[in-house]
C-alpha cells in the first residue's frame, strides 16, 4: 500500500517520534516537545492514522515502540541530524568558509587526548566549530549510523557483527599503574606488585570493559586490591584522591594524559604483558567524512604526533 509519505511526514512529527523513542515516557517527551500529553497522544494517534499501523505500545511504565515505531524512529534521527547539517551550513553562508564538526567522544578520550587536541584546535584553526558529544560506544555508533555525529573518537572495540563504519587506529590507550609526583613508590628502583599493593588503590568503573581490561592487567601482573581500596565512576573524586594522597591507580593512562604532562602523577613501571589496546577515529562510509571531520581528523594526528615525541606520554599502538 502506498502511503505518500513524502507529502504526509512533516518534520515536528519527526520530532515527536524520536523523543517518545527515546525517553519512552509520554511526559517526558512531552515535555521536551512543548506539548500538554493530551496534544502528544492524540498526535501520535494521528501519525498512526498516516502510517497504516501503530508505532507505540503503552505497557505500565510509559510505551514502547513497536517495529515500525523503531523503524521511523531511525529515519527521524537521520533526517533531522541532515536537517542540522542544512542550518548550519546555511548560517554559515556569507562567513569564510567556517566548518563545523560534531564529534563523539569515548570517555578516556574526553578527559585524555581531547583537551589537548581542542588547545591545538584554538592556535590552528580557530574557526572550526566543534561541538563534543561524551557517551559509551554504543550509544555513539547508533548516532554515528544516523547522522547525529561526524566521527567517534576513542578504544577501537571490535563491533560483534560487520556494522560497515570505518575504524583507524591512531594511538593507544595502554593501562598503567600511577602516583603522584613525590609517591614513596617512586624512590624504588624495580618496584614490584608487591610494593603497590601496599597502598590503596582507586580503581575505575567508568565502563564494563574499562573494568575488565584493568582486571586482567591487574591478574596478568598479580595485584590484588587491599580491603581499603576504592571503586569510582568518577574520574574527578580518582583524580583527587590521587593527587592528595598516597593511593594508587591503575587505569587508562591517557584518563591522566594531562597530570602525566604537568609532572603532577608519574607512571610506576612494572614490567607486565602486553595488552593491545588500539584507539583513534571512527567514520561512518556511507554518509562520507564532511569537511570539518576532516579537519578534526588532521589535528588528532598532529596531537598524536605531538604527545609521543614529548617523551612524557606514551601513546604508540
Sequence with gaps: MRRSLDRLLKFRQLRMVEALVRHQTLTRAA???GLTQ??????????????????FERHARGVRPTAAGQGLAQFARASLADLRRLEESLDLRGEAQQASVVAGALPVAAVGLLPAVMRRVRTDQAGLRIRLVEARTEALLGQLEAGEVDLVVGRLYAPPTPDGLEREALYAEPISIMARSGHPLHRLRRPTARDVAAYDLVLPEFSQRIAHDIEHFMASIELAASPGSIRSTSRGFIREMVLGSDMVTVMPRMVMGGDLLRGQVRLVPLSAPLMARPAGVITNPRRGVSPGARLLIGLIRQTIAQLAMSGDVDITR
Design 38 to 55: 493530551p496534544a502528544l497522544t492524540k498526535a501520535v494517534r494521528e501519525l498512526e492514522e498516516v502510517i497504516g499501523e501503530p508505532l
Design 31 to 33: 515535555s521536551e516537545l
